[in-house]
Nanobody, 123 residues
Framework: QVQLVESGGGLVQAGGSLRLSCAAS????????MGWFRQAPGKEREFVGA???????LYADSVKGRFTISRDNSKNTMYLQMNSLKPEDTAVYYC?????????????????WGQGTQVTVSS
């Protein structure tokens, strides 16, 4: 069983930056592929990016070059550094854990989810 808690969300102006954290409890954090998803009002949850236990990453085209995912396995924590934020990045951001060893972009591969943290980007 893995429990995930996101933090770091907030209100930021367009062009600004935020860093989200996802703290995981449970064993063998490094064995999990960790992902970030987001859901804007009235829209479906969408993939943002993911990172394997060894550090391989995958990003959605919409955030590539602006967002960076990293993890510290010694702290059981994953991060999402978001730069050059746009109003369309406004959403609730969720972290998720997948027992798959390969990076996964589909939500169906993720077994555990956090409660989400709100990110609002003003224009």
């Amino acid at each position: 069983q893995v429990q995930l808690v996101e933090s770091g969300g907030g209100l930021v102006q367009a062009g600004g930056s935020l860093r989200l954290s996802c703290a995981a409890s449970g064993r063998a954090f490094s064995n999990y592929c960790m992902g970030w998803f987001r859901q804007a009002p009235g829209k479906e949850r969408e993939f943002v990016g993911a990172i394997t236990g060894s550090g391989s990453t995958l990003y959605a085209d919409s955030v590539k070059g602006r967002f960076t995912i990293s993890r510290d396995n010694s702290k059981n924590t994953m991060y999402l550094q978001m730069n050059s934020l746009k109003p369309e990045d406004t959403a609730v951001y969720y972290c998720a854990a997948s027992s798959s060893r390969v990076v996964a972009a589909s939500a169906v591969f993720y077994d555990y989810w956090g409660q989400g943290t709100q990110v609002t980007v003003s224009s």
